[in-house]
């Protein structure tokens, strides 16, 4: 390279405003109320998998119900895959986990020892989804993977315990940059990018058809979707939409130019578009999964707009007196000011000696007074806290519920009376939680997934000229690093249908067992979308119609048989079953192939021993 062009390439007023450290920052780094937004989302995500889970801990994680370990482990895609959730096939061993990772969940959403919650977290959501493959949909994996880069990311030194815990000046930097925010953004931008890239179709690049095929899967579509078939236009002009936004949203975060209204703008739009997803489609916690995880993403600029706006505000006509050295009235008082007011509410922490330290203590929680020399305590005060915040003000009705001030009376009085303050004060004092892994190992680890990531996404584009061996392939099958944006590429589903699965009783009755002993009817339910019971079941039963799944429509039916059987006395023992799936394929133009029975197995029940 001559001297002449290297000085125009990297020594140029224009080029070294772009490279300056703090554009750097801006492009590649984070704000850590930001990521700190991202962790308290990600942990409600989490609580709300769990919740989900939960309610199907019988049929898909226990041996009585869909995939037994031993089917698993005889069928398992790479022998380096691990799982907790395989020691032991008893639904009640898979709660215990499954509560465990809730607890794990509300650490994280608290920001109490961040980083361990985090690992916890992510260690016991790959474990779950390691031992159900046949019901994880793409969020589960973009789930798994912000999780991993949260190992890395400093997300726990904001709005979170850890914070108020180590009693950190508040003049100290907001931003940050590291392998962990290189990792994130990539992992974001990975998304988008390759799921553009895959889309290679004629429905998405040359007709703009995709949409319509998309909307046409009745086994998504909801109410909204089947409105908006009455408009192809607009279906096409929202195919294109889409393909095009997938491809400005990498491009325009790496954009070194009006970082905070660009990046803002795109992720507004990242928002409103799988939100938009989740309006036509049944997709489930995808829909949440996809609209939070750039979250993290928020410049410094958007903080700095939130921060005029909430300047504006007056001070609230409060005070709350507290007692300084109860560690969990130090945290509540400290979340109650920013969260309800933004740090414009007047607190007192109250000293032994203050007369007010009485009153407090004889009603055993903080006491509030308002600008008229009103005093509130206990229930009341929060009430009255409520009323003053305009981001709740008008949950007051709600919060008047009986059953609502029952259980949250119960709540702050189990706090109050254990001691939850001595171990979290105990917790502090052992380590503080903030502390980055910004060792230089940590660094290197995290530099090695980012190109191990990148390379992964690469060995999935079409042609596939890249490919990872067994021995490179697993660092990513036993860290969960395998993933693949594959969502409606290269063309949506055009094979659609619903379910129907007729079992004979020893009574000599026909039942449909889909949907839970009904009768037995071939047309096409109103909405097939609501013929199952959630985004879980919907994913596991179109699953089972891909080829590489058919070995297991046998533990279905097999699963069919005992549940019932449970339920049931001997006069309505399920004998046999069929399996059958109704296709119906969507044709151009807004045709339909005439509905077809095809009958996937034949199953005679076990005779009961």
Same mark, same amino acid.
């Given at each position: 390279?001559?001297?002449?062009?290297?000085?125009?390439?990297?020594?140029?007023?224009?080029?070294?405003?772009?490279?300056?450290?703090?554009?750097?920052?801006?492009?590649?780094?984070?704000?850590?109320?930001?990521?700190?937004?991202?962790? #308290?989302?990600?942990?409600?995500?989490?609580?709300?998998?769990?919740?989900?889970?939960?309610?199907?801990?019988?049929?898909?994680?226990?041996?009585?119900?869909?995939?037994?370990?031993?089917?698993?482990?005889?069928?398992?895609?790479?022998?380096?895959?691990?799982?907790?959730?395989?020691?032991?096939?008893?639904?009640?061993?898979?709660?215990?986990?499954?509560?465990?990772?809730?607890?794990?969940?509300?650490?994280?959403?608290?920001?109490?020892?961040?980083?361990?919650?985090?690992?916890?977290?992510?260690?016991?959501?790959?474990?779950?989804?390691?031992?159900?493959?046949?019901?994880?949909?793409?969020?589960?994996?973009?789930?798994?993977?912000?999780?991993?880069?949260?190992?890395?990311?400093?997300?726990?030194?904001?709005?979170?315990?850890?914070?108020?815990?180590?009693?950190?000046?508040?003049?100290?930097?907001?931003?940050?940059?590291?392998?962990?925010?290189?990792?994130?953004?990539?992992?974001?931008?990975?998304?988008?990018?390759?799921?553009?890239?895959?889309?290679?179709?004629?429905?998405?690049?040359?007709?703009?058809?995709?949409?319509?095929?998309?909307?046409?899967?009745?086994?998504?579509?909801?109410?909204?979707?089947?409105?908006?078939?009455?408009?192809?236009?607009?279906?096409?002009?929202?195919?294109?939409?889409?393909?095009?936004?997938?491809?400005?949203?990498?491009?325009?975060?790496?954009?070194?130019?009006?970082?905070?209204?660009?990046?803002?703008?795109?992720?507004?739009?990242?928002?409103?578009?799988?939100?938009?997803?989740?309006?036509?489609?049944?997709?489930?916690?995808?829909?949440?999964?996809?609209?939070?995880?750039?979250?993290?993403?928020?410049?410094?600029?958007?903080?700095?707009?939130?921060?005029?706006?909430?300047?504006?505000?007056?001070?609230?006509?409060?005070?709350?007196?507290?007692?300084?050295?109860?560690?969990?009235?130090?945290?509540?008082?400290?979340?109650?000011?920013?969260?309800?007011?933004?740090?414009?509410?007047?607190?007192?922490?109250?000293?032994?000696?203050?007369?007010?330290?009485?009153?407090?203590?004889?009603?055993?929680?903080?006491?509030?007074?308002?600008?008229?020399?009103?005093?509130?305590?206990?229930?009341?005060?929060? #009430?009255?806290?409520?009323?003053?915040?305009?981001?709740?003000?008008?949950?007051?009705?709600?919060?008047?519920?009986?059953?609502?001030?029952?259980?949250?009376?119960?709540?702050?009085?189990?706090?109050?009376?254990?001691?939850?303050?001595?171990?979290?004060?105990?917790?502090?004092?052992?380590?503080?939680?903030?502390?980055?892994?910004?060792?230089?190992?940590?660094?290197?680890?995290?530099?090695?997934?980012?190109?191990?990531?990148?390379?992964?996404?690469?060995?999935?584009?079409?042609?596939?000229?890249?490919?990872?061996?067994?021995?490179?392939?697993?660092?990513?099958?036993?860290?969960?690093?395998?993933?693949?944006?594959?969502?409606?590429?290269?063309?949506?589903?055009?094979?659609?249908?619903?379910?129907?699965?007729?079992?004979?009783?020893?009574?000599?009755?026909?039942?449909?067992?889909?949907?839970?002993?009904?009768?037995?009817?071939?047309?096409?339910?109103?909405?097939?979308?609501?013929?199952?019971?959630?985004?879980?079941?919907?994913?596991?039963?179109?699953?089972?119609?891909?080829?590489?799944?058919?070995?297991?429509?046998?533990?279905?039916?097999?699963?069919?048989?005992?549940?019932?059987?449970?339920?049931?006395?001997?006069?309505?023992?399920?004998?046999?079953?069929?399996?059958?799936?109704?296709?119906?394929?969507?044709?151009?133009?807004?045709?339909?192939?005439?509905?077809?029975?095809?009958?996937?197995?034949?199953?005679?029940?076990?005779?009961?021993?």
């Amino acid at each position: 390279m001559s001297s002449k062009l290297y000085s125009k390439l990297f020594t140029s007023p224009e080029t070294l405003k772009v490279l300056q450290p703090d554009r750097f920052v801006r492009v590649f780094g984070a704000d850590l109320r930001s990521l700190a937004l991202l962790r #308290i989302c990600i942990g409600l995500l989490l609580l709300v998998d769990v919740i989900d889970s939960s309610r199907n801990v019988l049929a898909f994680y226990s041996d009585f119900g869909v995939l037994p370990r031993k089917v698993l482990l005889e069928n398992l895609s790479s022998r380096w895959l691990v799982s907790l959730h395989l020691l032991n096939g008893t639904w009640q061993v898979q709660l215990i986990l499954l509560m465990g990772a809730g607890v794990a969940a509300l650490a994280l959403c608290a920001g109490y020892r961040t980083q361990v919650a985090t690992f916890v977290t992510w260690m016991l959501f790959f474990s779950l989804n390691t031992r159900n493959p046949l019901v994880i949909q793409a969020g589960d994996i973009q789930l798994r993977m912000i999780l991993f880069w949260g190992l890395f990311l400093p997300w726990g030194e904001r709005f979170s315990v850890d914070r108020l815990c180590s009693d950190q000046s508040s003049t100290r930097a907001t931003t940050t940059v590291s392998m962990g925010t290189l990792g994130y953004l990539a992992q974001i931008i990975s998304i988008y990018l390759f799921g553009a890239i895959l889309k290679s179709g004629p429905e998405w690049r040359v007709d703009g058809s995709a949409v319509y095929y998309a909307l046409s899967i009745d086994q998504f579509a909801t109410p909204l979707a089947h409105f908006l078939l009455q408009f192809p236009s607009l279906l096409k002009l929202l195919t294109f939409a889409v393909y095009g936004f997938e491809w400005i949203a990498p491009i325009a975060l790496l954009l070194p130019f009006f970082v905070g209204p660009f990046r803002t703008a795109i992720i507004a739009g990242l928002i409103l578009m799988h939100i938009s997803f989740g309006a036509c489609l049944a997709i489930g916690l995808f829909t949440w999964i996809g609209a939070l995880s750039p979250l993290g993403l928020l410049p410094t600029w958007f903080w700095e707009k939130v921060n005029q706006w909430r300047d504006t505000k007056p001070v609230a006509k409060v005070e709350l007196h507290y007692d300084h050295k109860c560690m969990v009235c130090r945290l509540t008082v400290g979340f109650v000011s920013v969260i309800l007011f933004g740090n414009k509410l007047r607190t007192v922490p109250v000293e032994t000696t203050n007369p007010l330290r009485v009153e407090r203590s004889a009603n055993e929680s903080p006491l509030l007074i308002d600008d008229t020399g009103n005093r509130y305590n206990g229930y009341a005060a929060f #009430i009255r806290l409520v009323e003053e915040s305009r981001l709740l003000r008008y949950m007051t009705p709600l919060l008047r519920l009986s059953w609502i001030e029952f259980v949250l009376k119960m709540t702050y009085g189990a706090v109050n009376h254990m001691t939850l303050s001595a171990h979290l004060a105990r917790g502090c004092a052992h380590d503080d939680g903030t502390r980055r892994w910004s060792s230089k190992l940590s660094e290197v680890i995290a530099g090695m997934a980012l190109v191990y990531v990148l390379l992964w996404n690469l060995t999935t584009l079409p042609g596939r000229h890249l490919t990872l061996s067994e021995r490179y392939r697993l660092p990513g099958e036993m860290f969960g690093l395998e993933q693949s944006w594959e969502m409606f590429a290269p063309f949506p589903l055009k094979d659609d249908g619903w379910y129907v699965i007729p079992g004979r009783l020893s009574n000599g009755s026909t039942v449909d067992l889909f949907r839970d002993g009904g009768e037995v009817t071939w047309a096409k339910p109103v909405l097939v979308a609501q013929t199952y019971q959630d985004y879980r079941w919907r994913k596991y039963m179109m699953n089972l119609l891909l080829p590489p799944n058919h070995k297991y429509q046998r533990n279905y039916a097999e699963y069919l048989c005992r549940d019932w059987n449970a339920r049931h006395g001997a006069a309505e023992r399920l004998e046999e079953l069929q399996l059958i799936f109704v296709l119906e394929r969507t044709l151009p133009n807004y045709e339909y192939s005439t509905p077809m029975k095809v009958s996937m197995m034949n199953f005679p029940c076990p005779t009961p021993k």
